[in-house]
């Protein structure tokens, strides 16, 4: 079992219409994940950074999910804060998750800049905006390995 923080990133959502972190909920919740934290946050790094340290510094949390901000327009600025935050890059997280999204979308799968790490001994990932981006990252890279990552961290 995880204890999981999940961030949306976003200047227009609210819980009423972030279908993307209700999705990652709904995967947590039904593989008996718990969700620990939830949040909508602007995608600005001045809220975002204080935030992800406090959360990546708490004991009761494993995995820190976000979603949003991973694109390139000058608003998507989750990216640059994740990865000062990260310790050890997991560059396959965001080399498959690009993989995978080009066989679905084609070219378009250039722009996301999804990623993923350890960030002071958690679990961190970062996901793009959209519903099927989160679905595709969930059920082909994250559900399938989090428990195995999981044990990993805490050998």
């Known amino acids: ?9 976003s200047d227009t959502r609210t819980v009423e ?6 999705r990652i909920k709904e995967f947590l919740a039904t593989a008996g994940h718990v969700i620990s ?15 992800a340290e406090r959360l990546l ?8 999910l976000t979603t ?16 000062r935050l990260i310790d050890q890059p997991l560059p396959g997280f965001g080399e498959l998750f690009r993989m995978l999204s080009w066989q679905e979308i084609g070219s378009g799968a ?9 960030a002071r001994g958690k679990l961190l990932f970062a996901m793009p905006g959209s519903t099927a981006a989160v679905g595709l990252a969930m059920t082909k890279l994250i559900m399938p390995e989090l428990a ?3 044990s990993q961290l805490r050998k």
């Not at 079992?1 to 990133?9: D, F, I, K, N, Q």
């Open 148 to 150: 195995h990552l999981l």
């Open 37 to 51: 934290h939830y949040e909508i946050l602007k995608d600005d790094a001045i809220a975002l950074l204080p935030i």
């Open 68 to 83: 949003g901000g991973t694109g390139i327009s000058q608003r998507d600025v989750t990216i640059g804060v994740l990865e």
């Open 1 to 9: 079992m995880a204890r999981c923080a999940v961030l949306t990133l």
């Open 17 to 22: 219409t972030d279908k993307s972190g209700a």
């Open 57 to 64: 510094s708490d004991p009761a949390i494993d995995v820190l």
């Open 110 to 118: 250039m722009l996301s800049r999804a990623a993923g790490g350890i």
